[in-house]
T-cell receptor
Framework: GQQLNQSPQSMFIQEGEDVSMNCTSS?????WLWYKQDPGEGPVLLIA?????ELTSNGRLTAQFGITRKDSFLNISASIPSDVGIYFC???????????????FGQGTILTVHP | DARVTQTPRHKVTEMGQEVTMRCQPI?????VFWYRQTMMQGLELLAY????????DSGMPKDRFSAEMPDATLATLKIQPSEPRDSAVYFC???????????FGPGTRLTVL
């Protein structure tokens, strides 16, 4: 089945530093999503990507849909303490039938920001 | 304010008891997903519905778990009987006709003693 490898598993950074994380897939996706999960809450959608090569920003966050359609990147610039949380990538393929609409999730990147 | 809501937020129960978790999807969304999150397994898809019809429940232990959608505004996930290994956070998510973006509820944290 489809697998997503997300890296790094965790990051410890100083406030103000930039952050990069990525996901790679064993198969092609036609949608990439990035979520953030705060402690005790559900994942919140940050950015959605629909085209290979697409680069999309949301404030200090920038995400890219890889040209090969098998990877995606999320960058956070000038990190602040409230960026702390778990970041998940998720992908959706073109599979039809009962698989249509299902997302495959990465294992998550735990981000810690030291003031 | 369109949000997925889930009740209860926390549930502590004893092994063997029945547990029912409820979800109200975003109004107008026609697809509802149930996920389970644990430290070891991450986010696992248990089941999902489209237009209230179950499409895939292959991720769900059939002997004790059941999921239903009695109407468009309510989805339920039931565990009977519950076991300690069911302890996890259960999330409901919904999506609209684009099927691309899923919006998650706050989750139900279940502890089975």
């Amino acid at each position: 089945g489809q697998q997503l490898n997300q890296s790094p598993q965790s990051m410890f950074i100083q406030e103000g530093e930039d952050v990069s994380m990525n996901c790679t897939s064993s198969s092609i996706f036609n949608t990439w999503l990035w979520y953030k999960q705060d402690p005790g809450e559900g994942p919140v959608l940050l950015i959605a990507l629909y085209k290979a090569g697409e680069l999309t920003s949301n404030g200090r966050l920038t995400a890219q849909f890889g040209i090969t359609r098998k990877d995606s990147f999320l960058n956070i610039s000038a990190s602040i303490p409230s960026d702390v949380g778990i970041y998940f990538c998720a992908g959706r393929s073109n599979a039809g039938g009962t698989s249509y609409g299902k997302l495959t999730f990465g294992q998550g990147t735990i981000l810690t920001v030291h003031p | 304010d369109a949000r997925v809501t889930q009740t209860p937020r926390h549930k502590v129960t004893e092994m063997g008891q029945e547990v029912t978790m409820r979800c109200q999807p975003i109004l107008g969304h026609n697809t509802v997903f149930w996920y389970r999150q644990t430290m070891m397994q991450g986010l696992e898809l248990l089941a999902y519905f489209r237009n209230r019809a179950p499409l895939d429940d292959s991720g769900m232990p059939k002997d004790r778990f059941s999921a239903e959608m009695p109407d468009a505004t309510l989805a339920t996930l039931k565990i009977q009987p519950s076991e300690p290994r069911d302890s996890a956070v259960y999330f409901c998510a919904s999506s609209g006709f684009s099927y691309n973006e899923q919006f998650f509820g706050p989750g139900t944290r279940l502890t089975v003693l």
